[in-house]
């Protein structure tokens, strides 16, 4: 059974760091393409990076220099590492599996989700 | 990348159909056949309920069906369900990497 578990989100002050993972089980992390999406409060979903199987990495204009995604294929987890936050990055952070063995932007599993928290 | 377009409610009663549209452009939506949608309830996690456009992933309801025309897909939901009431969301690949959602609907069960 598919399963992502993520952890790491919490209250942080404007300007500092945080680090999420996203443990998963039931396949291989380094075999996908592993997105994180977000979802300001009472807000819709936005698509903020992926990483590619081959280990390309892209990021949406709103995180890009300030976020940084990458995996531990020992570990089969996922993570975003997140420095300079501001306010308008509070959200609840997903991690998603992409659907194909090509990039499409399509996602079959989701974890459950963390709240990053970004004040002062 | 802007937002693809969703109305932001619509509602049917129990039985019925109701359609939702996701309006994006010819860099996203009417360029590519890479659209799904995704069923979210209060405090959960999206769920995958449409891809490329029209087909069900395994242990989907028929009920849900999904179509495009030009730059517009739609989610069509009939024999509604007081289950179904939860927010959609469309979302579409916009080429290189890009991936853009849409700002959500909230379906109502009368």
């Known amino acids: 059974e598919v399963q992502l578990v993520e952890s790491g989100g919490g209250l942080i002050q404007p300007g500092g760091s945080l680090r999420l993972s996203c443990a998963a089980s039931g396949f291989t992390v380094s075999s996908s393409y592993m997105s994180w999406v977000r979802q300001a409060p009472g807000k819709g979903l936005e698509w903020v990076s992926v990483?590619?199987?081959?280990?390309?990495?892209y990021y949406a204009d709103s995180v890009k220099g300030r976020f940084t995604i990458s995996r531990d294929n020992s570990k089969n987890t996922l993570y975003f590492q997140m420095n300079s936050l501001r306010a308008e990055d509070t959200a609840v952070y997903y991690c998603?599996?992409?659907?194909?063995?090509?990039?499409?932007?399509?996602?079959?599993?989701w974890g459950q989700g963390t709240l990053v928290t970004v004040s002062s | 990348q802007s937002a693809l377009t969703q109305p932001r409610s619509v509602s049917g009663s129990p039985g019925q159909s109701v359609t939702i549209s996701c309006t994006g452009t010819?860099?996203?939506?009417?360029?590519?056949?890479?659209v799904s949608w995704y069923q979210q309830h209060p405090g959960k996690a999206p769920k995958f309920m449409i891809y490329?456009?029209?087909k069900r992933p395994s242990g989907v309801p028929d009920r849900f069906s999904g179509s495009k025309s030009g730059n517009t897909a739609s989610l069509t939901i009939s024999g509604l369900q007081a289950e179904d009431e939860a927010d959609y969301y469309c979302?579409?690949?916009?080429?290189?990497?890009?991936?853009?959602f849409g700002g959500g609907t909230k379906l109502t069960v009368l």
């Open positions: 010819t860099s996203d939506v009417g360029n590519y056949n890479y």
């Open positions: 979302c579409s690949y916009a080429g290189s990497y890009a991936v853009v």
């Open positions: 990483i590619y199987s081959g280990g390309s990495t």
């Open positions: 998603a599996r992409g659907y194909y063995d090509f990039w499409s932007g399509t996602f079959d599993y």
């Open positions: 490329d456009v029209s």
